[in-house]
């Protein structure tokens, strides 16, 4: 790099309007997500919209568990009691209007969360320049938030908006805070500033759960840069927590929440379980914010084994930005970066919920770049960790933003090719094999909204990457026999939380035209064995199994048997993720 371009970047970086050039390079890093079609949840909430369901909140099901079991829509294994119900009426408004105003627009549901990101941006830089001044750490700090790939899944995904705007009201009640508790030299302490954090905050609690993470950087800015005791400190922080405990308490009145899932910790009912998460998950989240982008991967994983690996990871970073602790803002952004992780370990780790923790990470990374000629850096195994840390947030990041952007590529074949060959004649359908028990929720909506019925009864036997065995025993049973167990991954562990309520052998789960049998179990009560008995001869029946990257019709003669094993990417021959979806 020439001392002229360096000069230049350098130039922009200390610039007041650092953070404007920041939300640009995140804006265009960003803009090819509108040719996205639509992923996932979107499809639920296409088909809410047409039914006109309320706008106010968010039912990842339409209906009771045994109803959904019948329908396929939750496998056989799904426990009675499963709640997945979320007050997000912020967001869920602007999905409602947006699928009822312009249903076939998709292109601007995806810039509306663009925008939304790009003015996150600016808050952000705001604050930074606050705390910084306006200069190098806080226009670095600023890019580096803006270009994390972090940042890409939640951009893209429409239904993600209510990560972007808890993450946005919660970046705006700090930069009230700071504004009113911190005035600079000729502006006077104004208190509509201190009306305005709270305001903004009970908004981001109203967007997304996700939004009390805004409250550990309020609790580390109290702690870092208030003055006094510790009433003194704290005492502003007195609305933030009565808004939290009035929202939680309607929260919990209203009938909101997830319940019997092994996605999500129900502190009451799984104490462990939550001090597991706080232990481990925590520091992971904190070395997924710093370094590498392994929080989807880490949803995949079943046990505090795989979470110790990053958070050790996270051990090792904190020593090589030890030198940092003497810097009070490097204090604030990590107690906030931690501070905000504690929520998250609520629910399985993924890259949608970062945006918050990415703030403190952004930070820390820009002061140790400004510092990594120091002493303090002088030892090569602390530099040689500080420049991997860099090359993190500073090329790996927006080398990977754009190609994260188009995840629909992989998510969404698997439930289109679903919705496309199950049929509805009257018989009994049997899916096999998908590669997440998630791909099973959409095909029904997908179905609706083409105006297409869907089977009376279909039935999910299995849901996994894991090879599962099938032998049609005899005229009227199939047994599956898999190694590894059901719901071997933490992703597919959506819809039964295992840790509370696993089975034996020999229990038995009815259907209408069938029931399941479990034969064998692991030593954490998953099945690995069970037979499946239908009242209709087998011949009658419609078996569908993903067989690698396909999915087919299986016949099964008595006693024939056969392993399937999915891919990543299944899909209906032919077929590709956003086929009759076209983003314009």
């Given at each position: 790099m020439s001392a002229q371009l360096r000069r230049h970047i350098d130039k922009l970086l200390c610039s007041p309007h650092a953070p404007r050039y920041a939300a640009a390079v995140g804006v265009l890093l960003a803009l090819p997500s509108v040719l996205q079609g639509k992923l996932l949840d979107d499809h639920l909430w296409h088909a809410a919209a047409?039914?006109?369901d309320a706008a106010w909140r968010f039912e990842l099901l339409d209906g009771p568990a045994a109803q959904l079991r019948e329908t396929g829509v939750l496998g056989w294994w799904a426990g009675d009691e499963l709640q997945l119900s979320f007050m997000r009426p912020l967001a869920s408004l602007s999905h409602t209007f947006d699928f009822r105003v312009w249903p076939e627009a998709l292109w601007l549901m995806h810039l509306e969360n663009v925008?939304?990101?790009a003015?996150?941006?600016?808050?952000v830089g705001w604050v930074l320049q606050r705390l910084f001044g306006p200069g190098r750490v806080a226009g670095l700090a600023c890019l580096m938030f803006a270009i994390d790939e972090l940042h890409a899944t939640t951009v893209m995904w429409i239904?993600?908006?209510?990560?972007?705007?808890?993450?946005?009201f919660g970046v705006l009640a700090l930069a009230a805070h700071i504004r009113w508790r911190a005035p600079k030299v000729g502006e006077s302490r104004r208190w509509p500033f201190a009306l305005a954090g709270p305001l903004c905050f009970a908004l981001g609690l109203m967007s997304a759960e996700i939004g009390v993470a805004g409250l550990g950087y309020l609790l580390a800015y109290s702690l870092t840069r208030e003055?006094?005791?510790?009433?003194?400190r704290l005492a502003p922080l007195l609305p933030y927590l009565a808004i939290t405990a009035v929202w939680r308490l309607s929260y919990i009145q209203m009938g909101f929440g997830a319940k019997a899932s092994g996605l999500y910790i129900d502190p009451g009912q799984d104490p462990l379980g939550l001090l597991t998460a706080l232990v481990l998950q925590t520091p992971a989240l904190g070395f997924v914010a710093l370094s590498l982008p392994v929080a989807d991967a880490l949803t995949t994983l079943v046990g505090p084994a795989w979470l110790g690996l990053p958070a050790l990871g996270f051990v090792a970073l904190a020593w090589v930005l030890a030198p940092l602790r003497d810097d009070p803002n490097a204090r604030l952004l990590g107690l906030g970066m931690l501070a905000a992780a504690l929520p998250l370990t609520l629910t399985a780790p993924t890259s949608r919920?970062?945006?918050?923790?990415s703030i403190g990470s952004a930070g820390l990374a820009a002061i140790a770049w400004e510092r990594r000629y120091t002493p303090a850096f002088a030892g090569r195994l602390r530099r040689l960790g500080l420049g991997g840390l860099l090359v993190c947030q500073l090329v790996i990041a927006p080398l990977l933003f754009v190609p994260l952007s188009f995840a629909p590529l992989v998510i969404e074949p698997p439930h289109r090719a679903l919705a496309t060959m199950v049929p509805d004649d009257g018989r009994v359908v049997v899916v096999l094999n998908p590669p997440s028990e998630i791909n099973a929720l959409y095909p029904k909506a997908i179905r609706e909204l083409d105006n297409e019925t869907w089977p009376e009864h279909c039935y999910l036997l299995f849901a996994g990457l894991g090879a599962v065995s099938v032998e049609?025993?005899?005229a009227h049973t199939l047994a599956l026999e898999t190694q590894h167990g059901w719901a071997a991954s933490r992703v597919d562990q959506l819809s039964r939380d295992w840790s509370v309520r696993g089975f034996n052998p020999g229990d038995q789960i009815g259907l209408e035209r069938a029931w399941a049998e479990v034969v064998a179990v692991g030593a954490d009560q998953r099945p690995t064995q069970i037979r499946v008995h239908f009242d209709d001869d087998l011949d009658e029946v419609v078996v569908l199994g993903f067989d690698g990257a396909?999915?087919?019709?299986?016949?099964?003669?008595?006693?024939e048997r056969r392993v399937w094993t999915t891919s990543l990417t299944p899909a209906l021959e032919g077929t590709s993720a956003l086929e009759g979806n076209p983003p314009f």
């Amino acid at each position: 790099m020439s001392a002229q371009l360096r000069r230049h970047i350098d130039k922009l970086l200390c610039s007041p309007h650092a953070p404007r050039y920041a939300a640009a390079v995140g804006v265009l890093l960003a803009l090819p997500s509108v040719l996205q079609g639509k992923l996932l949840d979107d499809h639920l909430w296409h088909a809410a919209a047409l039914r006109g369901d309320a706008a106010w909140r968010f039912e990842l099901l339409d209906g009771p568990a045994a109803q959904l079991r019948e329908t396929g829509v939750l496998g056989w294994w799904a426990g009675d009691e499963l709640q997945l119900s979320f007050m997000r009426p912020l967001a869920s408004l602007s999905h409602t209007f947006d699928f009822r105003v312009w249903p076939e627009a998709l292109w601007l549901m995806h810039l509306e969360n663009v925008l939304l990101y790009a003015a996150l941006i600016l808050v952000v830089g705001w604050v930074l320049q606050r705390l910084f001044g306006p200069g190098r750490v806080a226009g670095l700090a600023c890019l580096m938030f803006a270009i994390d790939e972090l940042h890409a899944t939640t951009v893209m995904w429409i239904s993600a908006r209510n990560t972007i705007l808890a993450a946005l009201f919660g970046v705006l009640a700090l930069a009230a805070h700071i504004r009113w508790r911190a005035p600079k030299v000729g502006e006077s302490r104004r208190w509509p500033f201190a009306l305005a954090g709270p305001l903004c905050f009970a908004l981001g609690l109203m967007s997304a759960e996700i939004g009390v993470a805004g409250l550990g950087y309020l609790l580390a800015y109290s702690l870092t840069r208030e003055r006094g005791g510790w009433w003194a400190r704290l005492a502003p922080l007195l609305p933030y927590l009565a808004i939290t405990a009035v929202w939680r308490l309607s929260y919990i009145q209203m009938g909101f929440g997830a319940k019997a899932s092994g996605l999500y910790i129900d502190p009451g009912q799984d104490p462990l379980g939550l001090l597991t998460a706080l232990v481990l998950q925590t520091p992971a989240l904190g070395f997924v914010a710093l370094s590498l982008p392994v929080a989807d991967a880490l949803t995949t994983l079943v046990g505090p084994a795989w979470l110790g690996l990053p958070a050790l990871g996270f051990v090792a970073l904190a020593w090589v930005l030890a030198p940092l602790r003497d810097d009070p803002n490097a204090r604030l952004l990590g107690l906030g970066m931690l501070a905000a992780a504690l929520p998250l370990t609520l629910t399985a780790p993924t890259s949608r919920t970062m945006l918050m923790l990415s703030i403190g990470s952004a930070g820390l990374a820009a002061i140790a770049w400004e510092r990594r000629y120091t002493p303090a850096f002088a030892g090569r195994l602390r530099r040689l960790g500080l420049g991997g840390l860099l090359v993190c947030q500073l090329v790996i990041a927006p080398l990977l933003f754009v190609p994260l952007s188009f995840a629909p590529l992989v998510i969404e074949p698997p439930h289109r090719a679903l919705a496309t060959m199950v049929p509805d004649d009257g018989r009994v359908v049997v899916v096999l094999n998908p590669p997440s028990e998630i791909n099973a929720l959409y095909p029904k909506a997908i179905r609706e909204l083409d105006n297409e019925t869907w089977p009376e009864h279909c039935y999910l036997l299995f849901a996994g990457l894991g090879a599962v065995s099938v032998e049609r025993v005899d005229a009227h049973t199939l047994a599956l026999e898999t190694q590894h167990g059901w719901a071997a991954s933490r992703v597919d562990q959506l819809s039964r939380d295992w840790s509370v309520r696993g089975f034996n052998p020999g229990d038995q789960i009815g259907l209408e035209r069938a029931w399941a049998e479990v034969v064998a179990v692991g030593a954490d009560q998953r099945p690995t064995q069970i037979r499946v008995h239908f009242d209709d001869d087998l011949d009658e029946v419609v078996v569908l199994g993903f067989d690698g990257a396909t999915l087919t019709r299986w016949a099964p003669a008595e006693g024939e048997r056969r392993v399937w094993t999915t891919s990543l990417t299944p899909a209906l021959e032919g077929t590709s993720a956003l086929e009759g979806n076209p983003p314009f």
